[in-house]
């Protein structure tokens, strides 16, 4: 992509409804006079000042001939709405592998700072836990007197039970066990001295860079939220993830898991306190976004994924789309009130610090919109980083929205 004006381009193509939004940002200069070029492999602008180009992915084709809706947004720029042809796979990839995780030796590494967690450890079965309300359906369904009521689900040794946000180990064939100075403790009293005090006192943290990674079940379980740790098999060397990479890469594939499987959209990210911090309304998960933002130069303005486009600011990400709603400061209480008590709402726990990550992510990611797609009606609509990656296309982002 030449680069040599300072010009910005925002092309969104939806796979599902073969359709494309073009966005042609104004010149810094402003008044100079434009010649826009597309055809079905790339996109063309020319000004007085320089020429921007991008190439699409071999997967992606625009329709020149079915142009239509061309308009002047002020402060946007042209706006216009063509016909594509995508055909990048949608095909989710399970945050566990199951067939493979459990045949290899795998190493539990903190994804903050590298440190090994828990080295080889064998997994025979790696199992998905039932949904949060599993028992008060056995209650609704059994006649009897539950029979799971005194027997907790945790994994046996060499078990792995995976959640929505969280995976079960049992830990105690490990030469790994919570440190006292890795478990936050509580002073009961002079004479119980410190013990495990629950839902205080359980945080399982990392010795070398004090991160959370999860929370002590019982004496021979611990549950690590996924967006803390990277499972790897043992002897073989990974790449390093960018931390706000990591995080939006995790969080939007549980979003479309969730959304697949259980049909759900609204969603309340709360902390491991159970206080709410973000709402979202998951909207599309099919969009394919390509950007130019001229000059290296402008890395600056956006820090938080200079990381991603460092190497390559031409690459195409696949996005999700989802409106959001901050609840700190005790904003918007009402609305995560009446979204808590809510049943078609699905309650999403992580880290208190990831999720004041992740709305630091949504708020930067707003800003790389062009200013028309920030809102929608009372949600401000903002996009993320990367979701996942896939063989045949660039990695995924979220594409956020503020309800």
């Not at 010009?7 to 939004?21: H, K």
């Not at 100079?32 to 992606?60: H, K, N, W, Y």
Request: hydrophobic share 40%; proline share 7%; aromatic share 8%.
């Amino acid at each position: 992509m030449a680069a040599a004006a300072e010009l910005r381009v925002f092309l969104e193509v939806r796979r599902r409804l073969q359709s494309a939004l073009l966005i042609v940002g104004e010149p810094k200069e402003g008044g100079m006079p434009m010649d826009v070029s597309v055809t079905a492999s790339s996109f063309q602008a020319r000004t007085p000042a320089g020429c921007t180009e991008i190439r699409l992915p071999a997967e992606v084709r625009l329709v020149p001939p079915s142009s239509r809706g061309l308009q002047y947004v002020a402060g946007d720029g042209l706006h216009l709405r063509l016909q594509a042809r995508a055909q990048c796979s949608t095909k989710l990839i399970p945050l566990f592998n199951q067939s493979s995780q459990a045949q290899d030796c795998c190493t539990f590494y903190c994804q903050s700072c590298g440190e090994v967690i828990i080295r080889d450890r064998k997994l025979r079965r790696v199992l998905p836990l039932p949904s949060e309300n599993w028992g008060a359906l056995v209650g609704e369904w059994c006649c009897h007197p539950d029979p799971f009521a005194d027997k907790p689900l945790h994994p046996q040794e060499n078990d792995c039970f995976i959640g929505d946000s969280f995976f079960l180990l049992n830990i105690k064939s490990d030469m790994w066990q919570p440190h006292p100075a890795l478990v936050e403790t509580h002073c009961l009293s002079s004479e119980d001295h410190f013990k495990l005090k629950p839902k205080a006192n359980t945080k399982v943290i990392c010795k070398r860079c004090k991160v959370m990674l999860g929370e002590t079940m019982s004496s021979e379980t611990v549950k690590f939220y996924m967006t803390e740790m990277i499972i790897q098999p043992s002897e073989r060397n990974f790449p390093i993830i960018p931390r706000s990479q990591f995080v939006q890469s995790i969080i939007a594939q549980c979003l479309m898991e969730l959304s697949s499987a259980r049909s759900t959209f609204r969603f309340r990210i709360q902390g491991h306190d159970s206080k709410a911090y973000i709402l979202l309304w998951l909207l599309n998960s099919d969009s394919l976004v390509i950007e130019s933002l001229g000059s290296p130069k402008s890395f600056k303005k956006f820090p938080l994924l200079e990381d991603i486009w460092k190497a390559d600011f031409s690459s195409a990400w696949n996005a999700i789309k989802v409106l959001y709603q901050p609840c700190i400061k005790s904003r918007n209480e009402k609305l995560a009130s009446s979204w808590e008590s809510d049943i078609s709402v699905h309650s999403l726990t992580l880290p208190s610090a990831t999720c004041l990550e992740l709305l630091l992510i949504l708020s930067r990611n707003n800003a790389m919109l062009p200013p028309s797609l920030r809102y929608m009606n009372s949600f401000q609509v903002r996009r993320g980083a990367i979701v996942r990656q896939t063989p045949s296309c660039a990695p995924t982002g979220i594409y956020p929205a503020t309800l």
